[in-house]
């Protein structure tokens, strides 16, 4: 299929290191029973913490554990479990799962010899890009300001191909140290998961926030010290005002995996963000631009960094005395997707509905509750912009139902009924105008709403101009149920008809599970499920059979058929037994079903190599739609972004996703060009496309949607087609 495509030369920020020998894939394999068995959900956690245990270095494989050197008999029982050796075999790079327990081995033995040779060094395991080797004390310090300050490392990861090649993905990493406290940043982002915290006090330990409690701190009690939480600090110089506007955290020492969580306070503890983050607060305003912009690193300077990372690693760690350089590898390009507009008008950005119309409409009674002041009108650039847009999409839209800032009553039961009353008169889409406000006044808004089957979308109404209004106003069309686009179907007969995205999101307490969005092949959305609410990240299989049977009758209610094909793509690691009720429900209805894992980590970077004619070699990013297929491994790695484009230059370099095929018979190359033109369909936004594919966009929006409303209960009355977390 690729034929007709562009061929590209890739390089990655990838460095071969060694074939693995027989001596290197040979362990011992060992059983473990519990005493007691472990918290449904935490089995993986729990036998991941007898690996530290054993006196030597060892990884889960599935249900067991693996070493390659045997474990002392006085290391085999304790009294919480007791290890039964099953054999001694080699393990094979071909095998998904056993090449995956081979990583986590060699990250072992990597991270092992680097503290051996390097004595101060401070080496932290990330889940998502392996390890992270910080570069010590004032050297390790980037850039510092008023308060903050930006620390360096290096992310270290370890790749073995399925013949048994093993490469260092080596990229840079850096930390942002902010001024704020954990309680302001919860207050402000509370969508926005933080995975590390630090005291604000002197000593600014580095913790892993775990959990929130409920209890107070009085009440919660150091057994150790037989004082409450809040007299420890009180003692450690906490103001009372830090204690009673604090709410109670669990956190667990970086250093230590096994480390006992441990009680602390919101106030007295300050965020730690990754660009990662800052990327996510990006998406919401434009705060953080002038540190953020400063740390962003273009591809040539990190694979320059990288480069002199794997040279020390190379000589001190594997005796390599090769100059590492980064491989090289055959990629291709592929074409665009093509969006449509009403009349099936083709057009290369959702902006242009303006002039063009919208695909699909949907209601056409608009509210405004305005809580800035209190005129009864919409922002001027939203009025015309919205009128435009139903004008060239052939329909008149009522919009003249006001209320203002006076008619708002208060109390929780007034409140309930006001938004019940609207609802009576057919409105079931607000947009809410107001002054910047803590979150929590929005989402108490938010929920209200959704109560009486409401969809509210809000604007701070300051600098408001064509740009913004567009975005605003494509927001509240598409929770009223508009389509402003559609996707141009690929033309071949192996191409999905269904996609369904599901992801996983947690509140700190509960996981929602099976948040899920789905699309026809032309993109027409199906619209959202409900989440299952479950203790650990695994999805319950039966959960995800309800929703894909829901799916599949709604496709059968538009269509008047059964989908021939359905492509199912589920946001990170997929766990074991997630999708199999799903695929023998299919099986027996004949509907042929493809399932891809995507990460949004783990890809390392994409780039491409310019001579710039004094022999002395750069590198940039590849070309959005560049794309690596690797058959072997079932995986295709995909750039659907960019770095920033400003009149100086390019800031930054842009991430590809990581998709490993699970499950189907399509070819990778075809999954690569729908997943690709997935990213392109962004209804909600007029100049941007996802770097996630729609339906895990908003898979991914909705689960933020779902932690921050707390109560399921509430979204019993919203049309599930109405899109309420863009």
């Known amino acids: 299929m690729f034929a007709q495509f562009r061929e590209v030369e890739v390089i990655l920020n990838r460095f071969f290191v060694k074939n693995l020998t027989q001596q290197d894939l040979t362990f011992y394999e060992y059983q473990c029973q519990f005493t007691q068995v472990p918290e449904e959900g935490s089995e993986q956690k729990a036998l991941s913490s007898v690996c530290y245990k054993l006196g030597v270095t060892a990884v889960r494989l599935g249900n067991r ?50 503290k051996e040779k390097f004595e101060k060094t401070r080496i932290e395991k990330d889940y998502e890009v392996g390890l992270i080797w ?3 004390v004032e050297k390790g310090i980037e850039k510092r300001g008023d308060g903050w300050e930006v620390h360096r490392g290096r992310a270290i990861n370890v790749r073995i191909e ?8 080596i990229d840079i990493h850096h930390r942002f140290y902010t001024p704020f406290t954990l309680e302001w940043w919860l207050n402000k982002y509370p969508d926005i998961q933080i995975k590390y915290v630090r005291n604000t006090y002197e000593d600014k330990k580095v913790w892993i926030l775990e959990d929130f ?36 955290v669990i956190v667990r020492k970086t250093s230590e995996y096994k480390a006992k969580p441990v009680y602390h306070l919101s106030q007295r503890l300050s965020p730690i963000l990754t660009v990662e983050v800052l990327e996510q607060v990006e998406e919401q305003e434009q705060d953080n631009q002038s540190v953020f912009n400063k740390i962003r690193k273009d591809l040539n300077e990190r694979l320059e960094k990288s480069k002199s990372t794997a040279g020390i690693i190379f000589k001190n760690v594997y005796g390599l005395e090769t100059e590492p350089e980064p491989i090289k590898v055959d990629g291709f390009f592929m074409p665009r997707a093509k969006l ?21 409409i949907g209601e056409k009674k608009f509210g405004c509750l305005n809580l800035s002041d209190d005129k009864t009108e919409y922002p001027e650039e939203v009025r015309k912009c919205l009128l435009e847009i139903a004008k060239n999409s052939g329909t008149q839209i009522q919009i003249d139902s006001y209320f203002t800032k006076s008619e708002y009553p208060e109390g929780y039961l007034a409140q309930q009924r006001f938004w019940q009353q609207w609802a009576a008169q057919e409105i079931k889409t ?16 938010r929920n209200q709403a959704l109560k009486a089957g ?66 026809l092949a032309n993109g027409q959305s199906l619209g959202w499920e409900l989440p299952h609410v479950q203790r650990g990240e695994t999805i319950s299989g039966q959960a995800i059979w309800q929703v894909v049977s829901k799916l599949v009758l709604k496709f059968q209610d538009n269509c008047h058929s059964y989908p021939k094909k359905i492509l199912l793509m589920r946001d990170g690691l997929i766990q074991k037994g997630e999708f199999e009720q799903t695929i023998e429900e299919l099986n027996k209805k004949d509907i042929a079903v493809d399932i891809l894992s995507v990460r949004k980590s783990g890809s390392g970077r994409m780039g491409r190599e310019l001579n710039s004619g004094n022999s002395k070699i750069t590198y940039i990013d590849a070309e959005v739609g560049t794309v690596i297929v690797d058959p072997k ?13 400003t009149k100086d230059g390019t800031i930054g370099s842009a991430r590809p996703l990581r998709v490993v095929h699970t499950h189907g018979d399509t070819p990778l190359e075809l999954l690569a060009l729908q997943t690709y033109h997935l990213t392109q369909l962004h209804p909600a936004s007029g100049f941007c496309s996802s770097r996630l594919p729609w339906v895990l966009h908003l898979a991914d929006k909705s689960s933020k949607e779902f932690q921050r409303i707390g109560q399921i209960s509430v979204l019993q009355n919203i049309d599930r087609e109405k899109l309420i977390a863009v």
């Open 633 to 645: 491994s079932k995986l295709f790695i995909l750039q659907t972004s960019e770095a920033i484009k």
């Open 430 to 445: 607000v947009l809410v105008v107001m002054p910047w406000s803590p979150n929590e006044e929005k989402q108490k808004l």
């Open 134 to 136: 910080w570069i010590p």
């Open 340 to 360: 449509l507009a009403r009349n099936n008008k083709e057009i290369d950005k959702t902006a242009k509905i303006s002039s063009f119309g919208c695909a699909k």
């Open 213 to 248: 409690s409920n209890k107070s701190p009085n009440d919660v009690e150091i057994k150790e010290l037989g004082i409450s939480l809040a007299a420890y600090h009180r003692q450690k110089g906490a103001s009372e005002q830090e204690i009673n506007e604090s709410r109670v």
């Open 454 to 519: 409401i969809a509210t979308q809000f604007i701070v109404p300051v600098n408001v101009n064509n740009y913004k209004s567009l975005n605003v106003c494509l927001g509240l069309l598409c929770k009223a149920k508009w389509q402003p686009v559609y996707l141009k179907p690929l033309d071949h007969p192996e191409a999905a008809d269904l996609v369904i995205g599901f992801d996983t999101g947690t509140n700190g307490r509960l996981y929602y599970g099976t948040s899920a969005f789905a699309v």
């Open 162 to 169: 399925p013949d048994g090649k093993l490469y260092l993905e």
């Open 65 to 114: 554990i693996i070493t390659r050197q045997p474990i002392d008999t006085s290391k085999m029982q304790t009294q919480g479990w007791q290890l039964q050796q099953i054999g001694c075999r080699e393990l094979s790079c071909q095998n998904d799962h056993e090449r995956q327990a081979l990583e986590s081995f060699e990250r072992k033995i990597l991270e092992c010899k680097l």
